[in-house]
C-alpha cells in the first residue's frame, strides 16, 4: 500500500519567514495529495490540495508544489504569522482510490 | 449548517465493556472514515465506508467493527475495549463520484477515548 513520509516532524520559524513542509509517497499512481492543518484541540482541516496533473497550486499565503517524477510534493508557507501555528498533515491517494494515507504531522511553531 | 458530528466527545472506560462512538454527516456524502490519531503516529485509517452496506478495513482494524445501515450513519463498536485502544478518534466524510478520484474529506470534532 502507500506510504507516506513528512519531514521535518518540528519546525520554527521567526513570525515573517518562510515556512516549507516536505513529503513523499511510494505510490506511482497516486493522484491527490491534501494538505490538512490541525489546531490545538480541533480537528483537521483542508487548507490545499493538489491533483498529479498539476505542478503547482497557490493560494494567497501558501502553496503546494508536486514533483510526480521524485514522488514528492512540498507546502510553502509565506510571511507566516502566529495563527498558522499548528500541525500540518501531508496526505496521498492511489488511482482509483478514496482512501487517504496521511503522513505523521509537522508541528508548525511561529514565533512572534 | 454542512457538518459531521460525533458522540460522545469524551469517553472514559474500562477494559472489556463494550462502547459505541457514533458518527452522522449532513452532506450527503457517499464515503465515511473512521481514523485513529496517536501522538507522533499521526492519522490512522481504521475502517472505510463507500456507501451503505459497503464497508472495508483500513490499516489498523483489529479491535473495531463498523457498520452502515444509513448513507448519514457510521458508527465504530469497540466490542472489548483494551488500554491500547485509548486514542482520538476522528470520523470524515466525502463525497464518491464513481469517478475514481478522492476528494476532500471533512472531519468531525473527535472523540477522545480512555481505556483503564
Known amino acids: 500500500g502507500e506510504n507516506v513520509e513528512q519531514h521535518p516532524s518540528t519546525l520554527s520559524v521567526q513570525e515573517g519567514d518562510s515556512a516549507v513542509i516536505k513529503c513523499t509517497y511510494s505510490d506511482s499512481a497516486s493522484n491527490y495529495f491534501p494538505w490538512y492543518k490541525q489546531e490545538l484541540g480541533k480537528r483537521p482541516q483542508l487548507i490545499i490540495d493538489i491533483r498529479s496533473n498539476v505542478g503547482e497550486k497557490k493560494d494567497q499565503r501558501i502553496a503546494v508544489t508536486l514533483n510526480k517524477t521524485a514522488k514528492h510534493f512540498s507546502l510553502h508557507i509565506t510571511e507566516t504569522q502566529p495563527e498558522d501555528s499548528a500541525v500540518y498533515f501531508c496526505a496521498a491517494s492511489g488511482a482509483g482510490s478514496y482512501q487517504l494515507t496521511f503522513g505523521k504531522g509537522t508541528k508548525l511553531s511561529v514565533i512572534p | ?116
Request: overall charge positive.
Open chain 2, 1 to 116: 449548517e454542512a457538518q459531521v458530528t460525533q458522540n460522545p466527545r469524551y469517553l472514559i472506560t474500562v477494559t472489556g465493556k463494550k462502547l459505541t462512538v457514533t458518527c452522522s454527516q449532513n452532506m450527503n456524502h457517499e464515503y465515511m472514515s473512521w481514523y485513529r490519531q496517536d501522538p507522533g503516529l499521526g492519522l490512522r485509517q481504521i475502517y472505510y465506508s463507500m456507501n451503505v452496506e459497503v464497508t472495508d478495513k483500513g490499516d489498523v482494524p483489529e479491535g473495531y467493527k463498523v457498520s452502515r445501515k444509513e448513507k448519514r450513519n457510521f458508527p465504530l463498536i469497540l466490542e472489548s475495549p483494551s488500554p491500547n485502544q485509548t486514542s482520538l478518534y476522528f470520523c470524515a466524510s466525502s463525497f464518491f463520484r464513481g469517478s475514481g478520484r478522492a476528494f476532500e474529506q471533512f472531519f468531525g470534532p473527535g472523540t477522545r477515548l480512555t481505556v483503564l
